[in-house]
């Protein structure tokens, strides 16, 4: 169990860190709040992390219904693909 739950969190954190990208968002950060201080900055990637968190929380709670308009995870062949979704029907695609 424990080792499922490492190579899980292996996995979920390796993604995370090539889309987000921590470097090139920390040479970002810094380039934009050069005239603030250290506590303004502080304040400033505190609220950044929230936000983050809930975005990342919505996406996580959402992202299956939204994925749903499109694909039927309920299927176990490999066409998986709804023509008859609702996002199909309100396009037009028949």
């Known amino acids: 169990m424990l080792s499922s739950f490492l190579s899980t969190f292996l996995y979920v954190f390796t993604s995370l860190v090539t889309v987000v990208n921590p470097i090139g968002a920390a040479m970002f950060f810094l380039t934009i709040t050069s005239g603030a201080t250290r506590a303004q900055r502080m304040t400033l990637s505190n609220k950044v992390c929230i936000y983050f968190l809930i975005m990342a929380l919505v ?11 499109f694909w039927d995870f309920s299927r176990s062949s490999s066409s998986r ?11 037009g695609f028949e």
């Open 81 to 91: 693909w709804r023509p008859d979704s609702f996002f199909c029907r309100m396009v």
């Open 59 to 69: 996406t996580l709670c959402a992202g299956s219904f939204v994925l749903s308009f």
